[in-house]
């Protein structure tokens, strides 16, 4: 099982960046694929998700902004989140997650900071 997350970097407020994650080794018609992020000091925190027959969800904060998505069926997919307008707030690691009703799969994360 794999879930490699790329795509994080530095950006100034206002600007946008796009994340992917990579998912093989799962029959991933039965995972959900989530993005969450944890930022310095606080809990991991759910971002967007999206099923297998892409039915979507935002956290509040991301509402208008974030936009995931989702390529591939069978064994390999990749997910991405379009981030617009970002915000210094926005600043954290982020992590994709594969999510079946049996179990879950963390990938690694990837830094995403939002400063002028």
């Known amino acids: 099982v794999l879930l490699q997350a790329s795509g994080g970097g530095r950006v100034q407020p206002g600007r946008s960046l796009r994340l992917s994650c990579t998912v093989s080794g799962l029959t991933l018609d039965y995972y959900d694929i989530a993005w969450y992020r944890q930022i310095s000091g606080k809990e991991r925190e759910l971002v967007s998700s999206?099923?297998?027959?892409?039915?979507?969800?935002?956290a509040e904060s991301v509402k208008g902004r974030f936009t995931i998505d989702r390529f591939g069926a069978g064994r390999t997919a990749t997910v991405y989140l379009q981030m617009n307008a970002l915000m210094p707030e926005d600043t954290a690691v982020y992590y994709c997650r594969a999510i079946s009703m049996a179990r879950a799969y963390w990938g690694q994360g990837t830094q995403v900071t939002v400063s002028s």
């Open positions: 999206i099923t297998s027959d892409l039915n979507t969800k935002y």
